[in-house]
C-alpha cells in the first residue's frame, strides 16, 4: 500500500529479482517542517504498481519467505524510536535555551523558522532519494524538533502552561487509537479509503492554501480558518486526516514486512510516521490554542 505521506507516496514496494525494495521512480514532494500539509502529495493508484498492495491483508495472514536481511516490525519500531526521540530531544533543549519571552522572542523566532527550513530542506533530500540515508532522517528530526520546542515555548507562554501537554497527550492518544482501531480491523485500508483520504487532503490543502494568501495580501486572519469557529472545525478535520494517514503508513509498513523488504527502509517507515505525527501534534496544537485562547 502506497501512503500520500511524502516518504511513501509514489514509491510502493516493488520485487526486483526475488527481492524486495523500493521503485526508484521519484517522490512529488516532502512534507513542509514548518507546518506544512506533509500529505498533500499526488500519486497514482496505489495497487496498480505495487505488488504488496493486500487491501485485506490481516495480521498474522500468510507472508512471504522470510529473507536475511528483511525489515521487521522490530526494526521499525527501534528505528521510529531513534527519531522521535531525537525530536524530542531537541525541543526539549530549544525550549531550555530558546524561552520565548520579550527579551528573547526576536531571536528564538529566527532560530525557530530557520531550524523549519532547514528541516523542509533535509526532508526534500531523503524524500528524493532513492534510498534511505540514517543520517539525513536523524538530521532532519533534531532541526524540527528545534522548530517544535520554539513553537511549543510560544504557546506555553502567551496561551497557556498546560497546552503543550495537552497536546503531546492528544497525539499520543490519537497514535494509539489508530494503532488499536487498525490491529483490529476496524479501520480497513482499501483502494476506497486511499481516494477518499487523499481527495479529502487535496481539498484540505486547497483551502489552507487559499486562506495563506488571503491573509498575507489582505491581513488579519484571511478566511478565517485558523481562528474561532471554522478555525476548531479546521483543526479538527486536519487532526482527522492526520489519524487517516497513520492509517495508510501502517498498512504501509505492514506491507513491507509481510513481504520482505530490506532491513535499512525500516528508516523511510519511521521518518514517515514521524513527520505524521509532527503533523498531528502541530493541527493538535493549533487546536487547543483556539480553544484556550478563547477561555
Given amino acids: 500500500m502506497r501512503s500520500s505521506n511524502p516518504v511513501f507516496s509514489r514509491r510502493g514496494f516493488s520485487r526486483d529479482n526475488g527481492h524486495a ?3 526508484a521512480a521519484p517522490q512529488a514532494g516532502a512534507a513542509a517542517a514548518a507546518g506544512a500539509n506533509p500529505y498533500a502529495q499526488g500519486a497514482a493508484n496505489p495497487y496498480a504498481t505495487n505488488p504488496y498492495a493486500q487491501p485485506d491483508t490481516q495480521f498474522g495472514a500468510p507472508q512471504a519467505p522470510a529473507r536475511s536481511g528483511a525489515m521487521t516490525i522490530d526494526d521499525v519500531v527501534t528505528r521510529t524510536a531513534m527519531t522521535l526521540g531525537t525530536v524530542v530531544l531537541t525541543a526539549a533543549l530549544a525550549w531550555a535555551l530558546l524561552p520565548v519571552d520579550p527579551a528573547n522572542l526576536g ?15 533535509l526532508a526534500m533530500v531523503q524524500s528524493f532519494k ?20 520554539v513553537i511549543s515555548s510560544a504557546v506555553s507562554t502567551y496561551i497557556g502552561p498546560g497546552t503543550v501537554m495537552q497536546a503531546v ?8 487509537g489508530v494503532l488499536i482501531a487498525y490491529k483490529m480491523r476496524w479501520i480497513r485500508v482499501t483502494r476506497r479509503f486511499y481516494g477518499f483520504v487523499m481527495a479529502a487532503a487535496m481539498g484540505f490543502m486547497l483551502l489552507m492554501m487559499v486562506n495563506l ?5 489582505g491581513g488579519g486572519e484571511g478566511l478565517g480558518f485558523r481562528s474561532g469557529g471554522l478555525g476548531i472545525l479546521f483543526g479538527v478535520i486536519g487532526i482527522i486526516l492526520g489519524a487517516c494517514f497513520l492509517a495508510l503508513d ?10 520482505g523488504a530490506p532491513r535499512e527502509e525500516a528508516w523511510l517507515a519511521a521518518f514517515g510516521l514521524t513527520m505524521t505525527l509532527v503533523w498531528i501534534y502541530l493541527e493538535m496544537l493549533r487546536l487547543l490554542s483556539i480553544l484556550n485562547g478563547d477561555d
Fill in 213 to 217: 494568501l488571503f491573509s498575507v495580501f
Fill in 107 to 121: 531571536k528564538s523566532y529566527g532560530i525557530g523558522i530557520g531550524a523549519a527550513l532547514v528541516a523542509f530542506v
Fill in 130 to 149: 532513492r534510498k534511505a540515508s540514517p543520517g539525513v532522517i536523524l538530521a532532519y528530526a533534531a532541526f524540527e524538533g528545534v522548530f517544535l520546542g
Fill in 169 to 176: 497527550m492528544g497525539t499520543m492518544c490519537v497514535f494509539a
Fill in 21 to 23: 525494495g523500493f521503485n
Fill in 250 to 259: 501502517f498498512k504501509q509498513v505492514e506491507d513491507g514486512v509481510n513481504f
